[in-house]
């Protein structure tokens, strides 16, 4: 049976869908737009039997997440800003040694302390390579507030079936944002746990070996009566480092073909209106609500007009573009940054489409107007 209606912010939802998904371990360390998160984790943790720790800092709150997961439990953080980028070392350690954990960034201005109330877009690209090296990374943007309770329980599903951190990338608007919400019982949820290795059937437990073939090793958690070793330093199938060059090829292909394999799994994202339009806007977040509402007035005066809502960034869903009907010119990149996911979008379409930007990133929302302006000046020139 679902919840009865309420009236919920963003922040509120995710810890909702965070704790809905099995999560028994937060530390975090306060941070505006995200603080609401860690205040409701530490009261309604307790009340479920987790643990929630404020740490010192954001270096050490990812650290803890880490070692918890490792311990047994699903663990989250959320920050903003400075703190994700503190955040971003460690991050490269549960890459590297395949730790599930979910990092919630509500984005604020930036860089550097920035606009630390003000909306913005700015860490997408961060949240892909914000960490050095090849890497796997998943990365959600939720753009309403029931949609941040339902991809904060992806973010824990895909996190632990893969075996990969997920970021949920929210925004200060979605954060803060207030909206009627009916949340669903609980028992009608898909929750996915991490696979096991069942000890009965191997002699050696090797903490990195591709059991079952599908580039994802089963994990033993910490205090289960199996040591094993866990390093940042690239390893081997049992957990120790290793300079040969066929071991250091093995693992990050592995690594990164267990997301790429899986791809059309992982990525989520919605068209709208996209059958005959001659115009396609691409959007997340906050920002693609006003693009909603812009496309509908823009159609209701007869231009063609679509949008692809993105609810997964990373790993980025070229599927959506290769889909788009023969009728497309023109492809818009809405977003709240000076322009980080157009090349990417670009680098999708292989040429078929004219690509044009719509940026804002002055601390304010991007609103409908704009939006049906820049169609007007695309349709007008291209």
């Not at 860490?123 to 309770?149: K, N």
């Not at 709208?272 to 693609?288: P, Q």
Request: hydrophobic share 40%; glycine share 8%.
């Amino acid at each position: 049976m679902s919840s009865i209606p309420r009236l919920m912010q963003g922040n509120e939802a995710c810890i909702e869908g965070a704790i809905a998904a099995g999560m028994r371990f937060y530390a975090g360390y306060p941070i505006t737009p995200s603080t609401e998160i860690a205040e409701l984790a530490a009261e309604k943790l307790p009340k479920v039997g987790g643990k929630f720790i404020q740490m010192e800092d954001e270096i050490a709150s990812m650290g803890a997440v880490i070692g918890a997961s490792l311990a047994g439990l699903k663990a989250m953080t959320a920050t903003s800003g400075p703190g994700f980028s503190l955040k971003q070392e460690n991050i490269g350690f549960a890459c590297l040694t395949e730790v599930p954990c979910v990092i919630v960034n509500v984005q604020r201005g930036g860089p550097s302390t920035g606009q630390p109330t003000l909306p913005a877009q700015g860490d997408v690209m961060q949240a892909r390579w914000g960490t050095h090296g090849d890497h796997p990374i998943i990365v959600l943007s939720p753009s309403y507030v029931r949609e941040a309770f339902d991809l904060t329980v992806r973010a824990f599903n895909l996190s632990e079936k893969y075996r990969v951190p997920c970021i949920l990338l929210m925004d200060e608007v979605v954060g803060h944002l207030r909206e009627k919400v009916q949340l669903p019982d609980p028992a009608s949820l898909k929750i996915i746990n991490r696979k096991k290795v069942d000890l009965s059937k191997i002699s050696i437990y090797n903490p990195y070996q591709d059991y079952d073939g599908d580039g994802i090793p089963p994990m033993v958690n910490f205090g289960e009566g199996v040591p094993y070793h866990v390093t940042g330093l690239i390893h081997d199938i049992t957990g120790f480092p290793s300079t040969k060059p066929e071991v250091t090829e093995y693992l990050i292909t592995r690594l990164m073909r267990k997301i790429y394999n899986n791809i059309d799994e992982i990525v989520e994202y919605e068209n709208h209106f996209t059958e005959d339009a001659e115009t396609i806007i691409v959007s997340f977040g906050s920002t693609a609500r006003s693009v909603i509402r812009a496309v509908k007035i823009l159609r209701s005066e007869g231009e063609k007009v679509g949008l692809i809502r993105l609810k997964t960034i990373w790993p980025f869903p070229k599927k959506a573009f290769r889909e788009l009907p023969s009728t497309v010119r023109n492809v818009i990149v809405a977003e709240m940054n000076f322009g980080q996911l157009i090349e990417t979008v670009e680098a999708a379409c292989e040429g078929k489409f004219n690509i044009f930007g719509l940026n804002k990133y002055n601390g304010e929302l991007m609103n409908p107007d704009e939006v049906i302006a820049k169609v007007r000046e695309v349709n007008k020139n291209a």
